[in-house]
Nanobody, 116 residues
Framework: QVQLVESGGGLVQPGGSLRLSCAVP????????RSWYRQAPGKERELVAR???????KYADSVKGRFTISRGNVNNMVYLQMNSLKSEDTAVYYC??????????WGQGTQVTVSS
């Protein structure tokens, strides 16, 4: 089963930064949208940021100006740079890839904990 692999999570103090990475298997073709979602305990999974194949981006209001989504120079990496982290950013972060046919791939998630 094809799966995305996230890395870069961890424990960070409020105000700190983390960079999440997502390795996308080269076997996944015709990628349309690359996204990061997160799910905090007791809450629904929510969209954090997405970037289209054309490069346009969209962010959740709660992370605008603090988070930046980007893709690597090759097809197989997606990044989420997170700055000025807050305790409410604590969640499991998931990478998501959607193809032009609408099929979605998910990673296993990486834990981000913001705490002093």
């Amino acid at each position: 089963q094809v799966q995305l692999v996230e890395s870069g999570g961890g424990l960070v103090q409020p105000g700190g930064s983390l960079r999440l990475s997502c390795a996308v298997p080269i076997s996944i073709l015709n990628i349309n949208v690359r996204s990061w979602y997160r799910q905090a305990p007791g809450k629904e999974r929510e969209l954090v940021a997405r970037i289209s194949s054309g490069g346009s981006t969209k962010y959740a209001d709660s992370v605008k100006g603090r988070f930046t989504i980007s893709r690597g120079n090759v097809n197989n990496m997606v990044y989420l740079q997170m700055n000025s982290l807050k305790s409410e950013d604590t969640a499991v972060y998931y990478c998501n890839i959607q193809t032009i046919t609408g099929y979605k791939y998910w990673g296993q998630g990486t834990q981000v904990t913001v705490s002093s």
